[in-house]
């Protein structure tokens, strides 16, 4: 699952978070990289690892939820499980509670429409521009489903919250760890977006 963050990981970092060994890893990102799962980039003296696409991280999410969470082993992996439920990322967009709660935002606010699939709202398109979210030409879907593996229920995925992700993370409106989990440090943004009942934020920010 670490690979699902969207960055480029080096064979003994996977090994690490795997808790396996690095020759094992190796092999394993050998196998995933002949099948066009993963794509690989040397720099220096190190490999990196990264998935080929936002569908393998498509896949890799439909799994999860047919597998179901892991049961955490210790009080480090409990508190991680539920900071990762809270507000983690899917790739290249928000996941968790918190993703949940902005695709209701958005389309409880008006600013994306659901009832002839995705598409954004004149209104929509307004909001985004002024937070300065943009997105250039998208060579993939601009709004799709993507159903969350922790709250069993959709959030958004594709070229337009990818956007605003990295938009969030640039501004410092909210960062990530190593683990995915999301730490919020201004609501501003959520707000404009339509996530702005106490009641969903609470529950989206709630460490």
């Not at 795997?18 to 794509?39: N, P």
């Not at 393998?56 to 955490?72: F, K, S, T, W």
């Not at 879907?141 to 969350?148: G, M, Q, V």
């Amino acid at each position: 699952m670490a690979l699902i963050d969207g960055r480029a990981w080096t064979v003994s970092e996977l090994a690490h978070a795997a808790r396996i060994a690095t020759s094992t890893a190796s092999e394993h990102v050998r196998v995933l990289h002949d099948a066009g799962f993963v794509r690989t980039l040397k720099q220096g003296r190190h490999r990196y690892v990264r998935l080929s696409g936002p569908q393998v991280a498509d896949v890799i999410e439909r799994l999860a939820n047919l597998a179901g969470p892991e049961p955490p082993r210790g009080l480090r992996q409990s508190v991680r499980a539920r900071r990762l439920a809270h507000a983690r990322t899917c790739y290249d967009h928000l996941a968790g509670r918190l993703g949940v709660a902005l695709r209701d935002g958005l389309v409880g606010d008006g600013l994306i429409s659901d009832r002839d699939g995705l598409a954004v709202t004149e209104r929509g398109w307004a909001t985004f521009a002024s937070l300065g979210i943009e997105v250039q030409r998208p060579r993939r879907a601009l709004l799709r489903e993507c159903l969350d593996w922790t709250e069993r229920r959709e959030h958004l995925a594709g070229a337009l919250p990818a956007a605003i992700l990295s938009r969030a993370q640039d501004a410092g409106w909210l960062s990530r760890d190593s683990h995915r989990a999301v730490t919020v440090h201004d609501t501003a943004w959520l707000e404009q977006l339509g996530a702005q009942s106490p009641q969903t934020l609470g529950a989206a920010l709630a460490p």
